[in-house]
């Protein structure tokens, strides 16, 4: 299991346990993460699972891809470190791995 750090939009942080292979929208689903809503299921056809990775993992998490940028123009507060939560896969070089989410979605 691999552990992910959420800290919502008002500052309340959550850690929780990922499966491996799962991704990190799955993963915020199952324990029920607040400010991520996955209107797609993770199909990448909405920005409803946007978060915003702390600076420390943006090399691991690597860039993201065309789709994910389309997708990323309709999401709320873009910032450098913006992807959607449903294009990373939860992996063991991930644990300890810090988000935040935005106070709403796209």
């Known amino acids: 299991m691999t552990s992910i750090t959420f800290t919502d939009s008002k500052g309340t942080a959550r850690t929780v346990e990922g499966e491996d292979g799962a991704t990190i929208m799955e993963t915020a689903i199952r324990h029920r993460v607040p400010e991520i809503v996955a209107e797609c299921g993770g199909a ?18 690597g860039k993201p891809s065309g789709m994910e940028e389309d997708m990323l123009d309709f999401a709320y507060d873009v910032k450098p ?26």
């Open 81 to 106: 470190n913006s992807r959607l939560s449903c294009q990373i896969t939860v992996s063991a070089a991930l644990d300890g791995m810090k988000i935040t989410t935005p106070d709403r979605q796209g």
């Open 44 to 61: 990448c056809a909405c920005a409803t699972c946007h978060i915003y990775i702390d600076e420390a993992w943006m090399a691991k998490v």
